[in-house]
């Protein structure tokens, strides 16, 4: 997967995103700095939403239409939508912000109007939400502008998801990815089930997580697991308050976050290093060793060999076969015995 210059694959490091999410309050001098700040901490990528209420929801009181979750509880879907929205006349104003501090900007869109806007101004990939992985409408207007697409798990089945990326390629998407996530907000470390990202694997695409939890520990976690894809929600200052504030990271945690990600993946390195015949740290083990000067001709016993450290002689397995054969030369004390000593 390439999203505008950066190459996302199983072999190159994680692909950082942070998500604006309703983080900009609303205030486009929010949002160009958050822009800044994420591009500053080393994200990525940098991701928006783009949506208005009446795309999601319509303005109706009946209880269905109520939000239960404790962090927005008691207020309708359109109530919370019209008041957090991003302002639509702003995206073509944050493009060009982001790419004044060289990140990349995306956005997830939530309705085809808004597809075909994002699309008039080059939108690099789409993001599908948790919440709209079924639109196949949706997923259908996504494919068909040939960018790549990621998607979050959420609420879906792996069935589900199976479903939505078959959809997805038989409408013109080749590039997908799909983010493990749960969507609880916050979600509990009890909650994240880091371990059906191994699942996800078995989809043949590149795979993520979409971390809610108040803590780092997941995505950093995630990468051991083949994640190459981390988003996160972002805020400047969780004292700015908001409807996600209490899950958003702020910019020592994105910095972190974004170091943690890249140490993780260096650290993880290539299980073939168990095929080198030279590791790391072999000189400090044992070898063969002549302990007591040598003559041509003499054979070599117990007195005058041992296995001691350094490793810079015969492997000790050697030890046994090496034992009574004579030495084809002088040898002092203090030599590392090699094959060429011995008849």
Known sequence: MKIFNRIISNDSKPFVIAEMSNNHLCDLSIAEKMIEVAANCGADAIKIQTYT?????????????????????????????????MPIEWTEQLFS?????????FSSPFDEQSVKLLNSLDCPAYKVASFEIQDFALLKAIAQTGKPVILSSGISTFEDVKKSIQYLRENGSSEIAVLHCISSYPASFEQMNLSAITKLHELDVI????????????????????????EKHFILDRNLGGPDATFSIEPDELRSLVESCSNTFNA???????????RPGKEHGRSIYIIKDVKAGEKLTPD????????????PQYFQEILGKKSLTDISRGTALSWEHVK
Request: proline residues 6%; glycine residues 8%; aromatic residues 6%.
């Open 53 to 85: 209420a009446d795309s999601l929801t319509i303005d109706c009181n009946k209880p269905d239409f109520i939000i239960k979750n404790p962090l927005w509880q008691g207020r309708s879907y359109y109530e919370l939508y019209k008041e957090i929205a």
């Open 97 to 105: 912000v982001a790419k004044k501090h060289n990140i990349i900007l």
């Open 207 to 230: 795979v993520g997580l979409s971390d809610h939890s108040l803590s780092n520990i997941p995505a950093i976690s995630s990468i051991s697991l083949g994640g190459r894809i981390i």
């Open 268 to 278: 993880i390195g290539n299980p073939n290093i168990l095929e080198q015949t030279s």
């Open 304 to 315: 005058n060999i041992r296995i001691i450290r350094p490793g810079f002689g015969l492997s």
